[in-house]
């Protein structure tokens, strides 16, 4: 029984031990055919460092493809403590190179990890100290790829764009709204060490880093171009507090550009004030928008069919009395007796008085709040204002009265533009953006679109056909006049607002305005400038802005390649205008009758005979009195 017993331990002992050894071959057989990549992964990690390699930062372009911001390769300083032998002696060179100390320099190199990033001092070398680290051959010191943004333009388009920090991180502006998509992900150089961190004899491994995505704008670099240069002028010439411009496409929302004074360059952005490099001023600014409101005032009346442009008439007696408040005509005396027509282009505050009147509080107010005054346009930039509208339970006789000639109320720069784009488009107000499209890298394939948005129907295209026209009559015939392109229908409205501080209106203090519409008769673009409390000038924004206007609107009519119009309305001349007139065709004629017809021109001959064989210009062209006209003689 005893022998049975231990038999049968035997047996059980040696079944135990053949499952043990079963379970073992199972294991190393699982280990090496299932879970061989992922024990090696991770055993390669115990003895595998990186060198990281930056990827670079995803292009910003025009809406052509310019470049407005890019990137520049630079190389930083990394170093690997373990595989420093001489402390001192590396801490030394490489501090007389960086032109910092010694002591600082010996933290990096004794610093107990496996790979240190020589920050800030390393970081963005120039090629010249680039070469004098590479030349010492270092062991454990490592010069790695990096990119640096650039912006070739230096301050064009500075406060849309934004800039970026020192790691490449977007900061402000597009960089900071749409760094997700800008930043890429970044590579390695991968080497193998020991335990005690000395480079093993095996062959790098490079993995190549995936650069970010581009983006592409609606921007057109020649308007912003133009924008800058007259902002320039602007500062140069009046030394405003402010000025600013924005360029729109009033029938998609598309921003072909956009600029303000004072301004930054991004290259440099560390040598600017916080307040110079955070406030984009076209959609962050707040104030009174002075006449160019009474654009929107006009084309509620005619929508509600309170007043008929043409046919409705306003006698000015140069002042009101509203209430307690007398509210003065800008012109002495008054204009007398006009038609509403007339009461815009001559910007008649009286004349709005009545206008606010005949459409009421409640009216009026709705469709401040149809135009979007009030809340935010919804522009694709960050930091934009609201602008403040009275609450229609505070809006009495004089509240509606001021509002009506843009007093009183808040608004930016961004709502004026888009509620006039309304107004000129048929009547659709659209959503005003910057980014056109976003890139794939290396197929350049669009990943994400923006197409235009509709918001809402807020007049009628008959309405707004009325407001392109009448628009047109202020540059040819009332304040706007120095805007008058001739050839081109160009509309538009002058403001001049005074400034309020602390609930305090400022003496001799505006900003002022023009709103301008190209074509008139089928806008392609709005332009909006402003100059706040420009000096050594006349305080009328028709003497100021308007001539600025026109230079950009020139500029934008050969951007967008905009021909001329027929049936523009002739302009009224004022004491420092040129007559334009058309060139008769004197083809076939003598001398004789050719200078009868040509008598507001100068005439210049080439050739011989009598006859007038050819002439330039062509017979049709406008231009100004004693303009060259060549005639070509023959027989």
């Not at 609201?386 to 001021?402: C, D, H, M, Q, R």
């Not at 107004?423 to 910057?434: C, D």
């Not at 060139?583 to 005979?609: H, M, Q, R, W």
């Amino acid at each position: 029984m005893f022998l049975k017993n231990i038999d049968k331990r035997i047996k059980i002992f040696t079944l135990f031990l053949f499952l043990a050894f079963f379970l073992i071959i199972l294991k190393v057989f699982y280990v090496q055919i299932f879970d061989y990549k992922k024990l090696s992964y991770l055993a390669s990690d115990l003895w595998s460092r990186d060198l990281p390699v930056e990827a670079n930062r995803g292009r910003i372009l025009d809406r052509n493809g310019e470049v407005l911001a890019d990137n520049l390769t630079t190389t930083s300083l990394v170093v690997v403590p373990n595989q420093i032998k001489n402390k001192k002696k590396t801490a030394k060179a490489l501090a007389e190179i960086l032109n910092v100390s010694y002591e600082e320099m010996y933290k990096h190199v004794s610093k107990v990890t496996s790979i240190e990033r020589v920050h800030p001092e390393g970081r963005r070398l120039s090629y010249e100290i680039a070469d004098k680290i590479n030349a010492l051959n270092l062991k454990g010191v490592y010069l790695v790829k990096e990119s640096k943004r650039n912006y070739p333009y230096g301050k064009l388009l500075s406060h849309v764009l934004g800039y970026v920090g020192i790691d490449n991180q977007g900061l402000s502006g597009l960089e900071l709204q749409y760094d997700k998509y800008l930043t890429g992900e970044s590579g390695a150089i991968k080497y193998f060490s020991d335990a005690k961190g000395n480079k093993l004899d095996m062959a790098d491994i490079y993995l190549e880093p995936q650069d970010g995505m581009d983006i592409q704008l609606t921007i057109d670099i020649n308007i912003q171009k133009s924008l800058e240069r007259e902002l320039d002028n602007v500062v140069s010439m009046f030394t405003p507090d402010m000025a600013l411009a924005v360029v729109m496409n009033p029938n998609t929302g598309e921003i072909y550009g956009m600029s303000s004074r004072p301004n930054f360059d991004p290259n440099n952005y560390q040598d600017y004030k916080t307040e110079e490099l955070s406030r984009n001023l076209p959609i962050w600014a707040t104030y009174e928008p002075g006449s160019t409101q009474k654009i929107i005032t006009t084309a509620a009346a005619v929508e509600e069919k309170v007043v008929d442009l043409d046919n409705d008439h306003f006698y000015d007696a140069g002042k009101v009395k509203v209430d307690t408040a007398i509210i003065k005509c800008w012109k002495a005396g008054g204009h007398g007796a006009q038609t509403f027509m007339e009461v815009l282009q001559n910007s008649c505050n009286p004349g709005f008085v009545k206008m606010g009147q005949l459409l009421g509080k409640e009216r009026l107010f709705s469709y401040l709040d149809k135009f979007g005054f009030g809340s935010k346009t919804g522009i694709d930039l960050s930091g934009e204002g609201k602008g403040i509208i009275f609450p229609l339970s505070s809006v009495g006789n004089i509240e509606l009265a001021t509002t009506a000639f843009g007093q009183g109320i808040s608004v930016t720069p961004i709502q004026q533009v888009t509620a006039v784009s309304a107004v000129v488009n048929g009547g659709n107000l659209y959503t005003p953006y910057v980014v056109k499209n976003i890139l794939e890298k290396e197929t350049g394939n669009v990943i994400k679109q923006n197409d235009k948005k509709f918001v809402r129907k807020v007049i009628s295209n008959e309405t707004s056909k009325i407001m392109r026209r009448a628009l047109e009559n202020v540059v040819a015939l009332g304040g706007g006049r120095a805007a008058y392109i001739d050839g081109y229908r160009i509309g538009g409205k002058t403001g001049t607002a005074q400034k309020v501080e602390n609930g305090q209106y400022l003496v001799n203090n505006y900003i002022m305005s023009f709103m301008s519409v190209v074509p008139a008769n089928d806008p392609e673009a709005v332009l909006y400038l402003a100059i706040d409390n420009p000096k050594h000038t006349a305080m009328l924004s028709s003497y100021t802005t308007t001539p600025i206007a026109r230079r950009i609107l020139l500029d934008i009519i050969d951007a967008l390649d905009i021909k001329k119009q027929k049936n523009q309305i002739e302009k009224e001349l004022e004491w420092s205008d040129i007559p334009v007139y058309e060139v008769p065709n004197v083809i076939g004629k003598t001398k004789k009758e050719a200078e009868d017809l040509l008598n507001n021109f100068t005439i210049e001959y080439a050739g011989s005979g009598d006859k007038i064989i050819g002439q330039s210009p062509d017979a049709g062209t406008r231009v100004e009195q004693n303009t060259v006209i060549r005639l070509l003689l023959g027989n």
